[in-house]
Structures are given as structure tokens and as C-alpha cells.
């Protein structure tokens, strides 16, 4: 596993404590790997999930650090939704 894929779980893991987030998204990051969260937390995982939010290592990083809306992202191209979208904005509330 590499060290965006591992920074990105640790960072997820830590957003979504106590959380409670029902459902599963699949960040796949391009050139780098997948995260999947689900109802335990986050982890290194390319399986299958609800949804799947492609982006690029940049604009996930972007994201992890608050300094990239979601939405905004999405609506300027920068991540893409696969999948239930209820689903991802119900994640992306996490993001703050």
C-alpha cells in the first residue's frame, strides 16, 4: 500500500469517527489505489460499493484537508459519482 492510500485511510478513519455513516463509497484515486468506507471505517479496499467517487490524488487531498468543497468538486468536474448519489452526499457531509 502507498503513502497517499495510507494517509487517505488514517485522515477518513479520523473524519468519520463516531460518525455512524450507513452505506459504502469507493474512492478510487487516480494512479494510486482505492478506499472503501463503510459502516466499520475506512480501509485500503477495491471491492465493490454503493457508489465510487473517482478523483485525482490532488483533489482527494484537497478534500481530506477541507480545502475543497464536495459539491463544488463535483459540479466543476474535478471528482466524479458512479452509483447512488444519496449515498456520497450523505458522506460528503462529513467533509464539513
Do not use: W
Not at 33 to 51: F, H, I, L, N, P
Amino acid at each position: 500500500m502507498n503513502d497517499v492510500i495510507n494517509e487517505a485511510v488514517a485522515a477518513l478513519n479520523a473524519k468519520l469517527a463516531g460518525a455512524g455513516f450507513d452505506g459504502s463509497v469507493k474512492f478510487d484515486i487516480e494512479d494510486e489505489g482505492a478506499v472503501r468506507v463503510d459502516e466499520t471505517g475506512a480501509s485500503a479496499d477495491d471491492s465493490d460499493a454503493d457508489c465510487t467517487i473517482s478523483a485525482s490524488a490532488e483533489t482527494f487531498r484537497a478534500l481530506l484537508d477541507g480545502n475543497l468543497n464536495p459539491a463544488g468538486a463535483f459540479m466543476s468536474g474535478k471528482l466524479s459519482v458512479d452509483g447512488d448519489m444519496s449515498t456520497a452526499m450523505r458522506l460528503g457531509a462529513i467533509f464539513g
